[in-house]
């Protein structure tokens, strides 16, 4: 079936040092990418998606690219700052039937960022 | 734009009672998803409504969870009796129904569960 494998955590990194979450993904055709992150005591909130193969999503700095040639979706900064820290969820869409979407979630991977 | 609305944030219960969860989604939003979130586990998805309907209940155990949406805006997921194995984080998200924005789901900030 369908599966999302995200990197353990925790990953810890000083500030401003550059950031790499990987994601890989099992699903049939061109499923939708996501990166969900949920910072302490809050709920998920969507950070950045791509729909199609070699869309690039983009936001806060963030950045990861769908490659479908690799099943890939991996997350990138830069330069983290504290702020950062937080728990980051890949995720996946399936090909929607009868338009339903239906998130299929990594594990998740903490970020910890220390100053 | 307020968000998702849950509560409460927490509950400790103790094994074999009830306990109830409640969820307010955007305005205007009509479908509404409830998610089991493990310790350091994803999002598990329970039951997914459209307006008062639940399209998608396959994953949500029915022998002591259910839910409504009576009115197709508010839900409440109920869990009777508890186990121990129940302790976990319950979401709430939803998403709106107009087309270019169905796959984004928003997320309240969930109700951390403790069965004692």
């Known amino acids: 079936g369908d599966s999302v494998t995200q990197m353990e955590g925790p990953v810890t990194l000083s500030e401003e040092a550059f950031l790499t979450i990987n994601c890989t993904y099992t699903?049939?055709?061109?499923?939708?990418l996501f990166w969900y992150v949920q910072y302490p005591g809050e709920g998920l909130q969507l950070l950045l998606k791509?729909?199609?193969?070699?869309d690039k999503g983009s936001n806060k700095g963030f950045e990861a690219t769908y490659r479908k040639e690799t099943t890939s979706f991996h997350l990138e900064k830069g330069s983290v700052q504290v702020s950062d820290s937080a728990v980051y969820f890949c995720?996946?869409?399936?090909?929607?039937?009868?338009?339903?979407?239906?998130?299929?979630f990594g594990t998740g991977t903490r970020l910890k960022v220390l100053a | 734009e307020a968000g998702v609305v849950q509560s409460p944030r927490y509950k400790i219960i103790e094994k074999k009672q009830p306990v109830a969860f409640w969820c307010n989604p955007i305005?205007?939003?009509?479908?509404l998803y409830w998610y089991l979130q493990n310790l350091g586990q994803g999002p598990e998805l329970l039951i997914r409504?459209?307006?008062?309907?639940?399209?998608?209940d396959s994953q949500l155990p029915k022998d002591r969870f259910s839910a409504e949406r009576l009115k197709g805006v508010d839900s409440t997921l109920k869990i009777q009796p508890a186990e121990l194995g129940d302790s976990a984080v319950y979401l709430c998200a939803s998403s709106p129904s107009y087309s270019g924005d169905q796959e984004t789901q928003y997320f309240g900030p969930g109700t951390r569960l403790l069965v004692l």
């Open positions: 409504y459209e307006n008062e309907e639940a399209v998608d």
């Open positions: 791509a729909t199609k193969a070699d």
């Open positions: 995720a996946l869409i399936p090909i929607p039937t009868s338009g339903t979407y239906k998130y299929i």
């Open positions: 305005s205007g939003h009509n479908t």
């Open positions: 699903a049939t055709g061109y499923p939708s």
